[in-house]
């Protein structure tokens, strides 16, 4: 298989790239630093490799990487820092949604694609929202609360 | 409200300034931001992939391995045979600690040589330029099979003629427990309930499957960045490898979920027999499907109680037998075996127990740790016969355990006094109030309420004399360092050393930094897991800052000329605390203490409590520190039509003694509940003939979050624990109560029992098409 070349704009940095053409984009990211981005399984089950792609969440690893050719990526280390986190960071952060952390970044993707369209969402708006990613730690409910929390936040600040 | 709430006894914590309070753990924001590196996300300059070769039988000879064609690779650097490795072997069930001998042959090849016990079982390992060459190569190493009969059933492994796994028998290990007399409790009881129940396996997981680097340091010492329950794990990594024991490094990362599951070692030694052999870093991360195959699983067993009972439900005699599935290696099943059979009676004051419980070889996946140890397995049988005994003497449940629940200064049945808070009634009824009325029924859906109780066990077994470490000191700054081997497996072990240190030294939360799990540079504090950490190493860090508190302290009285009573740290600050305008800032006094040559860290060790072995015949003595009590309470519709079952409300109730960090508890609590409900109503791990048929994440389902309801945490604090500020433990026992709670609720819609887990829509309608 012969490398192709493919730009890829993530987190606001572009990447040209030599890539084998069945690369999946989870692990293009990952070679290339990306390491936020988490592999569970490659089969679409868990979730936790989920980046926006063109400002549509998607699981990296059911992508292939040329189909992001000139695509923008955004993953959850380009949402905030430590030092500015983004609302919903601050907000898992707080409410005790974070244990091991492994699925923290492809949840925080779902619930941004979620109050992306939805700035209000009930718990169950949440709970369908991120029922593509799979957390074994944390039962979820700090998660839903965290999610809330950062809506709100997220609502009296007038920042998205 | 079905039940009265038990009103809770007086108690008098002081109140804390940092302990207690639900703060932003250390180790939460990085995670948040993506700044966290776990295992797998490591790289290193001229670094190889490494990948393992696994059998594809479950019991056969190794007649040919070949792997010529594989090492001809181009782009291949290495690949390791059993050959090449004879000596390395992994000791599996801990010799002398056990009061057991150490059985013959129970070790375990790193990798088969000669036979092949378990489908999956380590044969070769290859380490190559790339992950392509490297799978690649796998699929050029030629092997050629003679099937040997195997074993698959317990049952049938321990008849007379079966196959053995190892020599010289299937039998891994036996415990008893004799306490009082069968025949006269037996004698007294007006009634005799017995009950067989099953339980299944269950697989951990975890989000992040193994993953490490392994290389050669300038000083010759194999360096292992891995994803691990247990750093310690050097000594037996050194043995197997062939190299002095500081001559391995672990440097643990955070771990993205480990529940027992990373508590063995798992690719720790290939790593390290890789980078040996290449002199090259190798990376080596596993497929979902291979953290399946490679992993050990919680055992199944099956659980026979008969049980003697007074009219009035109190028990006069239990006997139970019990059989565990170990799969093809005894890893900790020896140990999971004492778990369940000493937790076997349940919560319960029992003047006539006897208990007879084996492992057994088969050729199925190898089973260890998983969160509870044996413990939820217990309580699912001691549950659902006390909800038997209850059904068949036309009692309440709950009056049944309130005759029988176990009392401070009541003694199990191995004679062990517990002298801590025993809230088991108060539990109970607490998390049955939280679920509030019960639906009405509609239709074809029943609706029931059930809950189950339990103890169970935090810290290790006592004869293993267990310690930690932890050191603790104050930068001229005013900022606290803190050194611990804990590895985080995202419990906020870490974090509540912090907490602890930053309430004894009086700093901010913030203004702690914590370094953890390396078994080089941090003092040892033992492993993440028996929910050990926060009783063995907040022990030890509360040891090691109240010294330099107390160092601090002394300074500061000479300062104020006060006694050194008269005086506190808070918010960064000493104080008179008849005066508190009087201050003294850390900072200054720290550069006091410095510039006089005193000591401003300290490195403390915490004992727990050291045991003889309990008497092998009787099973008589101390086998842990102490327990966790607790109770789990769920409502649930089953649909009679198609055998679905719905939790429709959850709650669960713990005495965790004190919280140090209540959202971390509450973390705990709910995601250790949610994991016992997975294990009773899902979870499915399909073996056939030792061949896992459900390897992967959409074929063994975990619960997600549309699945079951919010499950209500509710923390007791008798501040009884031996922990730090009274804290008892919370990790494991989060789980233990779940999966009998949900039985207990279908049991109560439907009127039928259903004595196996995972309670199917199949098993629903089977129970249902009874008599
Ligand atoms: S790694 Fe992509 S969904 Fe699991
Ligand atoms: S926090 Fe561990 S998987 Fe979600």
């Known amino acids: 298989m012969k490398p192709q070349m493919i730009t890829l704009h993530i987190n606001g940095r572009t990447h040209y790239v030599a890539l084998n053409p069945n690369l999946t984009l989870l692990v293009a990211l990952r070679d290339l630093g990306y390491t936020d981005v988490k592999c569970g399984c490659e089969k679409g089950d868990c979730g936790a490799c989920a980046v926006f792609l063109n400002g549509v969440a998607v699981n990296s690893c059911l992508v292939l990487a040329w189909q992001a050719d000139e695509a923008e990526i955004l993953t959850a280390a380009g949402l905030g820092t430590s030092e500015h986190p983004h609302p919903l960071q601050t907000a898992f952060s707080d409410a005790g949604a974070i244990q091991c952390g492994y699925c923290t970044p492809g949840m925080i993707i779902s619930a941004k694609a979620l109050l992306d369209q939805k700035p209000h969402p009930t718990d169950a708006e949440i709970r369908d929202a991120i029922s593509g990613n799979l957390c074994r730690c944390t039962g979820y409910a700090q998660i839903i609360q965290a999610v809330q929390s950062a809506a709100e936040k997220m609502d009296a600040g007038g920042e998205g | ?771």
């Open chain 2, 1 to 771: 409200m079905k039940y009265q709430v038990k009103p809770l006894p007086q108690v008098n914590l002081p109140e804390l300034r940092t302990v207690g309070k639900p703060l932003r753990k250390v180790d939460a924001m990085g995670k948040a931001v993506g700044d966290t590196v776990y295992a797998g996300d490591y790289s290193m300059p001229r670094m190889l992939h490494g990948k393992v070769f696994r059998s594809k039988q479950s019991s056969a000879r190794i007649t040919r391995l070949d792997v010529s064609k594989a090492r001809a690779l181009p782009g291949v650097a290495c690949v390791i045979t059993g050959f090449d490795v004879p000596n390395a072997r992994l000791v599996s069930d801990m010799p002398g600690q056990t009061g057991q001998k150490q059985r013959a042959g129970s070790d375990v090849p790193v990798l088969a040589s000669e036979q092949v016990r378990f489908y999956g079982e380590p044969i070769a390992l290859v380490a190559a330029e790339t992950l392509e060459i490297a799978d690649k190569a796998l699929s050029l190493i030629e092997i050629d099979y003679e099937p040997l009969p195997g074993v698959y059933d317990p049952l049938e492994a321990m008849k007379p003629g079966a196959p053995v796994v190892t020599p010289p028998d299937n039998i891994v290990a036996r415990w008893k427990i004799r306490k009082g007399s069968m025949e006269s409790g037996f004698e007294q009881a007006d009634l005799i309930v017995e009950n067989t129940f099953r339980i299944p396996y269950q697989e951990h997981a975890y989000l992040e499957p193994e993953a490490g680097v392994a290389w050669i340091d300038e000083r010759g010492a194999i360096t292992i960045r891995v994803s691990t329950q247990v750093i310690e794990h050097f000594r037996t990594i050194a043995r197997a490898v062939g190299v002095r024991q500081n001559k391995i490094h672990i440097q643990g990362t955070m771990v993205g979920g480990g529940f027992g599951g990373k508590e063995d070692i798992t690719i720790e030694i290939y790593l390290a027999l890789l980078a040996k052999h290449t002199a090259r870093p190798v990376k080596m991360v596993y497929t979902r499907e291979e953290s399946f195959l490679a992993h050990a699983k919680r055992h199944p067993y099956v659980i026979k109680h008969r049980t003697g009972v007074k009219n009035n439900g109190q028990i006069t005699a239990s006997k139970i037998e019990m059989i565990s599935d170990s799969g093809a290696y005894p890893y900790l099943s020896p140990y999971v075996l004492l778990y369940t059979t000493v937790m076997a009676p349940g919560p319960y004051r029992i003047d006539n127990v006897q208990v007879d419980a084996i492992s057994v070889a088969t050729n199925n996946p190898y089973t260890s740790a998983f969160r509870g140890f044996g413990g939820p397995q217990a309580c699912f049988a001691y549950e659902q016969q006390m909800d038997d005994i209850a059904r068949q003497l036309g009692l309440d449940p709950l009056d049944v355990r309130k005759v029988n629940y176990l009392r401070t200064g009541d003694c199990t049945a191995t004679g062990q006094v517990i002298e801590s808070a025993t809230w088991l009634e108060e539990t109970a009824t607490r998390a049955m109030a939280a679920l509030g009325e019960q639906t009405p029924d509609y239709g074809s859906v029943k609706i029931g309420q059930g809950f189950a109780s339990y103890f169970q066990s935090y810290g290790r077994i006592t004869w293993m004399h267990d310690t930690s470490q932890a050191w603790v000191g104050l930068e001229l700054d005013g900022t606290v360092t803190i050194r611990a081997g804990v590895p985080d497996l995202g419990a906020g072990q870490a974090n509540s050393l912090c907490q602890i240190a930053a309430e004894v030294l009086g700093v901010p939360l913030e203004r702690v930094t914590i370094y953890t799990t390396d078994s080089a540079l941090t003092p040892l504090s033992g492993t993440s897991t028996a929910t050990r950490q926060l009783y063995m190493s907040g022990n030890a860090t509360l040891m090691a800052a109240t010294n330099v508190r107390n160092v601090l302290l002394n300074r500061a009285s000479k300062h104020f000329e006060e006694e050194i009573e008269a005086l506190d740290i808070a918010d960064g600050k000493a104080f008179n605390k008849s005066d508190p305008s009087q201050t003294l800032d850390l900072v200054d006094l720290a550069k006091m203490c410095a510039s006089e040559g005193m000591h401003l860290s300290n490195l403390a060790l915490f004992k727990a409590p050291f045991t003889d072995p309990i008497n092998p015949e009787t099973g008589q003595g101390q086998v842990w520190p102490d327990f966790t009590f607790g109770s789990f309470a769920a409502e649930v519709a089953v649909d009679t039509e198609t055998g679905e079952v719905t939790i429709l409300k959850a709650a669960a109730c713990h005495d965790i003694g004190r919280a140090i960090n209540r959202a971390a508890a509450e973390g705990q609590i709910i995601g250790g509940g949610m994991q016992g409900l997975g294990y009773g109503l899902m979870e499915n791990l399909i073996v056939k003939e030792g061949v896992i048929k459900t390897p992967s994440l959409s074929e063994y389902l975990i619960p997600t979050s549309m699945d079951y309801p919010n499950i209500q945490a509710i923390i007791l604090e008798s501040g009884t624990g031996l922990g730090p500020f009274g804290a008892k433990g919370i990790g494991e026992p989060a789980l233990t109560p779940a999966a009998p709670a949900v039985a207990s609720a279908i049991a109560n819609a439907l009127g039928v029992s259903i004595p196996e887990i995972p309670i199917t829509p199949e098993k629903v309608l089977a129970a249902l098409d009874l008599p």
